[in-house]
Nanobody, 118 residues
Framework: QLQLVESGGGLVQPGGSLRLSCAAS????????ISWFRQAPGKEREGVSC????????NYRDSVKGRFTISRDNTKKTVYLQMNSLEAGDTAVYYC???????????WGQGTQVTVSS
């Protein structure tokens, strides 16, 4: 059974950092591109970052470039999203998803809340 589980969310002050994790089980992990999405209250879900199956290619939305870094450890079946210099506008529920390419989701995780507030 394909399953993705996010963790690492929480409350952080502006300028702070968090590292999100997306752990996979039950499927051939290294065949899939993993994307991070987020959804803020009253807003549509948006793509944040993605990483290819090999980890060789990454992509970021403009608003997080230079602040967020995506990486993956295929031996641990885990993708990480290191988020630095967090801003109030980063507040959202963050989801990871597995699919054949960036921003295409065949399977979603349950999400983890990130709140940036003083």
């Amino acid at each position: 059974q394909l399953q993705l589980v996010e963790s690492g969310g929480g409350l952080v002050q502006p300028g702070g950092s968090l590292r999100l994790s997306c752990a996979a089980s039950g499927f051939t992990w290294n065949r899939y591109t993993i994307s991070w999405f987020r959804q803020a209250p009253g807003k549509e879900r948006e793509g944040v970052s993605c990483i290819s199956s090999s980890g060789g290619r990454t992509n970021y939305r403009d608003s997080v470039k230079g602040r967020f870094t995506i990486s993956r450890d295929n031996t641990k079946k885990t993708v990480y999203l290191q988020m630095n210099s967090l801003e109030a506008g980063d507040t959202a529920v963050y989801y990871c998803a597995a699919g054949p390419e960036c921003w295409v989701a065949l399977k979603w995780g349950q999400g983890t809340q990130v709140t940036v507030s003083s």
